[in-house]
Each structure stands twice: as structure tokens, then as C-alpha cells.
């Protein structure tokens, strides 16, 4: 083997090794039990692909990128049948609201210093809740994330994503 070709086998080497570095697609259920476990599992620039179904209860709501600069998506996020039927359902059901704030639930939260690569595509979020620090509302069931504002302003970014209220489908 002259020198050349051993070289241009090694950079390929490296090249396929690097690549693989770079960005991992995480796959939900079929190589980790929950979404929240599978965004632990993450690092910046991997993808969190999730299977079409619904998603529910603790490690499938109220979930963290811990600041990671990752994407959380369907399989088809440009499909809107894939879209409609990947479901993260947060629980809320507006005839018997949730009495303990420890219920309270959302799909996303993003207060870690998420920015523009912290992006969720392609999921329908369904029955969150929010606290509107009144009287119960049947009207703050429905789906999202909460966003703390970063010193920055830079935002999480949403795409083909669709949200469900618990009393009708689609808002």
C-alpha cells in the first residue's frame, strides 16, 4: 500500500469517526424509555427523534434541554399526519383541574439558556396546564412550553408544531 492510499484510509477514518462526533440521532421509545431520558443522553447538535404515539407522565412532560442546543422532533416533522399523531399529553383535563401546583405540567421548559439550536419540530402538545394565580380556568388547559426569558433574548425555536387544547383538537 504506497503512503497516499494509507493516508487517504486514515483521513477517511477520521472523517466517519468525527461525523459520528458530531451530532447523534437519540431515538424514543425504541433505544430510550422516555424523551426526558434521551435529552439527558444528549449533547449539543444531536437530534431526539420520537416514534409516532403519545406521550405521557413524568420523563415525557415538563421537558428540560438543560441549556443544550438540540432538537426534539417527530419522525416527520413536515408530515402533518406524523405531527398530529406524535403526542406529548401533559394531563390536564379542564373538568377536574389540578388542585396541587406540583400538577401543574407543560411539555417544554426552556429557562436553562436554551437559544435559536434548542428547537422542537414536528410534535402536537396536548393538555398542559398553567397557573394563572387566579380562579381555575378551563381555558389555561392546552399545550406549549414555558419560556424563561434569557438575558440574551435568544429564543428556542418551533416548528411544525401543533398544540391541543383537552376540550378540542387543535388550537
Known sequence: MSIRKGLALCWGFALVWTADGWAVERHVPSEYATIQAAIDASSDGDEVIIAVGTYEGNGNRDLDYGGRAITVQSTDPNDPNVVAAT???????PNDPPLDPNDYHRGFYFHGGEGPNSAVA???IANGFIDTDGPYDPNA???????VRPAARRWPTARSAGTQRATRAGV
Open 87 to 93: 403526542v406529548i399529553d401533559c394531563g390536564c383535563d
Open 122 to 124: 414536528g410534535l402536537t
Open 141 to 147: 388547559c392546552g399545550g406549549g412550553e414555558s419560556i
